[in-house]
């Protein structure tokens, strides 16, 4: 058969091949930063177990040292200032003043338009495949929650987000496939966007900068979270030492 006749794969549209580009981009992306959330959450686990929990024994322990030198007159008494009032716990008669929620108010008429407007728009019968159906339930689940906390805003926020989304658009003619394109194409650059935000405010989390140090530390040969164990351990002890000293010397 001649080259001339040989069948070529059809090449894919631009906008089309940017979207599967992208979508494989927010894959990894997503996978990426959902393994490092759970290894920081590991991180901070484990922190909490074998750290954290020493900490409250060596407070009491420093808390008994404390009143033992105090005791023995080698430590001043603690002066601690007047407790203030906390706003809002008393009125202007000087009567504390019942906390809680205000009555629920019914429903105004631009809330229950706004809701009809949301509720016509988004409802899940119009979905085209079960994935748009299950972002359309989702949408309809929030929008009962705003309803329900008489939060008009939060609905038009979602009416006015929906009016943007790739499964607003209704058809499946080129021009309605394009157009859906397009939105996926900018809710993916929106995504990829908080990511990278949210990859950022890792990077300034204190259990972010902890696992830096124990990687480093543990690319030269030596384990920093162990001597952090240590460390504690050796507080306490000192701690619980200068309290048997200090009870003995009382004596």
Not at 133 to 138: K, M
Request: proline share 5%; net charge negative; charged share 35%.
């Amino acid at each position: 058969m001649n080259d001339q006749f040989t069948l070529q794969p059809a090449a894919l549209e631009p906008s089309r091949a940017r979207l599967m580009a992208l979508e494989l981009q927010l894959a990894e992306r997503e996978q990426a930063l959902a393994a490092m959330k759970g290894e920081l959450q590991q991180l901070q686990s484990r922190y909490l177990r074998e750290i954290g929990s020493l900490y409250p024994q060596l407070a009491s322990l420093q808390a008994a040292v404390e009143a033992a030198e105090i005791r023995a007159g080698i430590r001043p008494p603690r002066v601690d200032d007047d407790d203030e009032d906390a706003p809002g716990e008393a009125g202007a008669d000087g009567k504390a003043e019942p906390l809680g929620c205000a009555p629920r108010t019914a429903p105004s008429a631009d809330l229950r338009r706004m809701f009809r407007d949301v509720a016509k728009a988004v409802h899940p019968d119009r979905a085209h495949d079960d994935s748009a159906r299950f972002r359309r339930h989702s949408l309809m689940a929030e929008a009962n929650r705003a309803y329900a906390e008489r939060d008009e805003d939060r609905l038009r926020l979602i009416l006015s987000t929906w009016h943007r989304s790739p499964d607003a658009i209704i058809g499946d003619d080129p021009e309605s496939q394009r157009v859906r394109t397009e939105r996926k194409i900018a809710e993916i650059d929106d995504r990829l966007g908080a990511i990278e935000m949210e990859w950022a405010d890792l990077r300034l989390s204190a259990i972010w900068r902890l696992k830096q140090k124990i990687d480093a530390t543990r690319a030269q040969g030596w384990d920093l979270f162990a001597e952090m164990v240590k460390q504690v351990r050796a507080e306490i002890a000192r701690a619980t030492a200068r309290l048997i000293a200090l009870e003995r010397r009382g004596r």
